[in-house]
Nanobody, 122 residues
Framework: VQLQASGGGLVQPGDSLTLSCTTS????????FGWSRQAPGKERELVGV????????YYADSVKGRFTISRDNAKNMVYLQTDSLKPEDTAVYYC????????????????WGQGTQVTVSS
């Protein structure tokens, strides 16, 4: 099984990016997915988590109202739409998966993917 985040880049404050998590080897219906991020010199921080069938989504306060997680189980993809980006959103973003929602929320998922760099700077 594999997770691969992509879609990062260098953007200006206020811009948007759509991050994608390409999954392989998963039956997505059975997994909750999450996004976390890690800025230089800081601990990894949870961004948000979506339940197996998308029925419930958790967001960190720092991104609530600006970021949106979605999933397309048919395409084996999970997305993180990031709007109104701020310099403090600069980090490497990772996707994660676990069959247990709580494990993704507390950032001890069974699977982590490789990250994608998001840099927000004027």
């Amino acid at each position: 099984v594999q997770l691969q985040a992509s879609g990062g880049g260098l953007v200006q404050p206020g811009d948007s990016l759509t991050l994608s998590c390409t999954t392989s080897g998963f039956i997505l219906d059975y997994y909750a997915f999450g996004w976390s991020r890690q800025a230089p010199g800081k601990e990894r921080e949870l961004v948000g988590v979506i339940k197996r069938r998308g029925g419930s989504i958790y967001y960190a306060d720092s991104v609530k109202g600006r970021f949106t997680i979605s999933r397309d189980n048919a395409k084996n993809m999970v997305y993180l739409q990031t709007d109104s980006l701020k310099p403090e959103d600069t980090a490497v973003y990772y996707c994660a998966a676990d069959q247990v929602f709580h494990n993704v929320v507390v950032m001890t998922p069974e699977y982590w993917g490789q990250g994608t760099q998001v840099t927000v700077s004027s």
